[in-house]
């Protein structure tokens, strides 16, 4: 036990430590970290437009292709961070009505989890069928960004094994 007025050497000795260290980095408080960039991409948030529905929230979705819209996750593990939107990636194609329960709705957390996570498996499989044979190749380049992003690209198989699919599945002999 120490007395009033004498301090131990380990005391004395990690002060001293202490003192060195802000004389030389100026202070011991934590620096900030830097933010991470954003994944943004405007095609891939733009071809939401006339698309289903993919939240289908049960007694709230209209299935309105004219109010579809691209949202984002509201989980901090894709990106969400106050006013910061999660990356493009964690989005999904979502009409009006299941995007304001999404954002704004009464609904516990985990609920709006578990369907915005429902509704991103399938919109990961609507891109792959974009990355594979979308109409443009803006719709295509846009869905593998989101895809590759994800580590989610399907397989793409050379130019022959489609032909060789292709015929197999016309009936001809390859």
Not at 139 to 164: C, F, K, V
Request: aromatic letters at 4%.
């Amino acid at each position: 036990m120490q007395t009033a007025g004498k301090r131990s050497p380990a005391l004395i000795s990690s002060v001293r430590v202490a003192i060195k260290y802000v004389a030389i980095n100026g202070t011991t408080a934590a620096r900030p970290q830097a933010k991470s960039v954003a994944h943004r991409n405007a095609h891939l948030r733009a071809m939401a437009r006339g698309m289903p529905c993919l939240l289908r929230v049960q007694g709230v979705c209209t299935q309105d292709i004219s109010t579809v819209v691209c949202c984002h996750s509201n989980l901090g593990i894709h990106g969400k961070a106050g006013a910061r939107k999660a990356d493009d990636q964690y989005s999904v194609w979502g009409c009006a009505a299941c995007h304001r329960w999404l954002d704004q709705g009464p609904a516990p957390r985990a609920r709006k989890e578990s369907a915005f996570m429902a509704a991103h498996l399938r919109q990961v499989l609507a891109w792959r069928a974009i990355a594979m044979d979308g109409e443009s190749a803006k719709d295509r380049a846009a869905a593998q960004w989101a895809l590759a992003l994800l580590n989610a690209l399907p397989h793409m198989p050379p130019a022959q094994s489609i032909q060789g699919l292709q015929a197999i599945n016309s009936g001809a002999n390859a």
